[in-house]
């Protein structure tokens, strides 16, 4: 038993296995399809310019609220629809988004009728505490409101969009070893382009610290919306701090001095015809002296001396003459002086020698003084300046230059201004130049592709170009083809003359085409009609020859 091996050719293969190309290029050459395959490419480019249309004039959508409940967020669709405002919710985050154009009215709508009804925040949480509630909720609770106080009053703040603040607070405790300082961070979102500056830093710092029993400003960290963080590490040394405040003070200074040279130049120059810096050297060291000084003379404090001398006989007569003035005198009394510290205080008796004279008796003293004393203290005060530079450059008129005498006069306005002290060195430089660009008059004007005007003539603009372009380049030249293909069909009608069989039957209409009209044929025809077919039919075939035999009988006419 043999098999046998037999290979089916080609053209015998089932349709479905043919080429694809093959059979589209059938399909496409099937009479119906050609008839209606410019119609239908004129229909495919109006819908694809309907669409890019619809694409491009839809307005830039804005997010409008996110994280609503879905009963605030049904409560917002259907206000907004009352109002004819569009909005969308998004499937996948869930948030409503408006058109930009729109955004500021559906915010205000939105407003005075209190939606979305969220949760109530700040000290309104405590309004809702139920009773017999514990203590550990009850203090969340107060947590929970009092970050949130904080948290819109940092929002106030014009350059902050969005604030959260998180607080850590221990439980306080009796033994000092276990007690922890409280502590608290903040993150703010900041507006597009806006950043803050050191002093509101410190102040949103000071502001959480002062807002919380026990907490230090050190103690506060301070995050931006990219993760940045805001609030230096351990707070900052007082010699940072003081730095920043000289250079500050060095800076206002300086912005002194040039806002008086701008209040008066401006009215004799004009707004953008003049440029003036300072740079100040401003002595910010902080000096204090004490003086203390003393009198050549002194003031008496205190005396002791010792001096020695014989008593003096009291038995004379004395007072007042009368009838007590014969009175004998008392019974002299023997009286011992009493030395004074560090004085020898006379002769003392000595035990076995002669005793001491009565009458003789001794004293000693000394004396001491005080010098006038004077204490000073001066204390010197940062901020004195020890040398100004000043520079000012003043642009040309359009036409000329200034004179000498006029930029002097301008440097003289100038020294004055700022005070100018040649002890000092100070140095006042006046120049003037041509500018190079009108820069103050670019800054006023803002840029013409930052007005809110420009994105939607985009969108108008752009739509149009595509309309047109689908005209001109679609449907025009499917027109002109499907007019021409009518032509052709009308003509060919024309043109097409039944054929009659053997039978008398039509069989085919054929396109009768005329024969070519010869000298011979158009001599031999007899009728006038006739003869005027074949002149036609000869200027059609010949139309060189034609135009010779009218210039001939042209020139036979003039002869």
Do not use: C
């Amino acid at each position: 038993m043999s098999t046998a091996l037999t290979t089916t050719p080609a053209a015998e293969l089932p349709e479905r296995f043919a080429n694809p190309l093959q059979q589209i290029k059938g399909v496409l050459a099937q009479p119906a399809v050609r008839r209606s395959a410019p119609m239908a490419m004129m229909v495919g480019l109006i819908g694809a310019a309907a669409l890019a249309y619809a694409t491009l004039s839809t307005p830039t959508q804005k997010t409008l609220f996110t994280g609503l409940a879905d009963a605030d967020k049904a409560a917002v669709m259907q206000s907004l629809e009352q109002a004819n405002i569009g909005a969308h919710v998004d499937d996948g985050t869930g948030a409503i988004t408006v058109d930009e154009e729109s955004y500021s009215r559906a915010r205000m709508l939105l407003a005075s009728q209190g939606l979305p009804k969220q949760a109530p925040g700040g000290y309104a949480i405590l309004d809702q505490l139920p009773m017999g509630v514990s203590r550990a909720v009850e203090g969340e609770r107060l947590r929970q409101a009092r970050e949130t106080e904080l948290a819109r009053s940092i929002q106030d703040i014009d350059t902050v969009i969005e604030a959260r603040v998180h607080l850590a607070t221990p439980e306080q405790s009796v033994f000092v070893r276990d007690h922890a300082a409280p502590s608290a961070s903040v993150i703010v979102k900041l507006a597009a382009g806006r950043s803050l500056s050191d002093a509101q830093v410190s102040s949103i710092v000071n502001l959480v610290a002062s807002s919380v029993p026990g907490m230090k400003p050190d103690a506060v960290t301070i995050v931006d919306q990219a993760g940045a963080l805001l609030t230096k590490p351990g707070g900052r040394d007082a010699a940072g701090a003081m730095g920043d405040e000289r250079i500050d003070f060095q800076r206002r200074v300086e912005d002194k001095y040039r806002q008086q040279l701008t209040q008066l130049l401006t009215p004799l120059l004009g707004a953008g015809n003049f440029s003036a810096e300072v740079q100040a050297d401003v002595n910010l060291d902080e000096t204090q002296a004490t003086r203390e000084s003393y009198e050549k003379q002194g003031a008496l404090r205190a005396e002791t001396g010792q001096w020695t001398g014989n008593q003096k006989d009291g038995g004379g007569p004395g007072g007042i003459p009368g009838a007590l003035s014969n009175t004998p005198p008392p019974a002299s009394q023997l009286q011992v002086p009493t030395p004074a510290v560090g004085a020898s205080g006379g002769p003392q008796p000595v035990a076995g020698g002669p005793a001491p004279d009565p009458n003789k008796q001794s004293d000693s003293y000394q004396r001491a003084y005080d010098l006038g004393r004077a204490v000073s203290v001066t204390r010197a005060a940062p901020g004195s300046v020890k040398r100004l530079s000043v520079a000012v450059v003043l642009r040309d008129p359009e036409k000329g230059r200034r004179t000498a005498m006029e930029v002097n006069q301008i440097t003289d306005l100038v020294k004055s201004a700022v005070g100018y002290d040649q002890q000092r060195q100070d140095q006042v430089t006046v120049i003037s130049r041509q500018f190079a660009g009108a820069a103050s008059d670019m800054a006023d004007k803002a840029p013409w592709y930052d007005n809110s005007w420009l994105p939607m003539l985009a969108r108008n603009l752009t739509a149009i170009v595509i309309a047109l372009l689908v005209l001109l380049l679609g449907v025009r030249p499917l027109a002109k083809a499907l007019m021409k293909k009518r032509d052709d069909a009308e003509g060919a009608g024309r043109l097409a003359a039944p054929v009659i069989g053997p039978d008398g039957q039509p069989v085919a209409a054929m396109p009768m085409v005329a024969p070519a009209v010869t000298v011979d044929q158009m001599e031999a025809t007899q009728g006038y009609d006739q003869r005027i077919g074949a002149v036609r039919g000869f200027t059609r075939d010949n139309p060189a020859r034609a135009a010779l035999a009218v210039r001939d009988m042209i020139q036979a006419d003039q002869k």
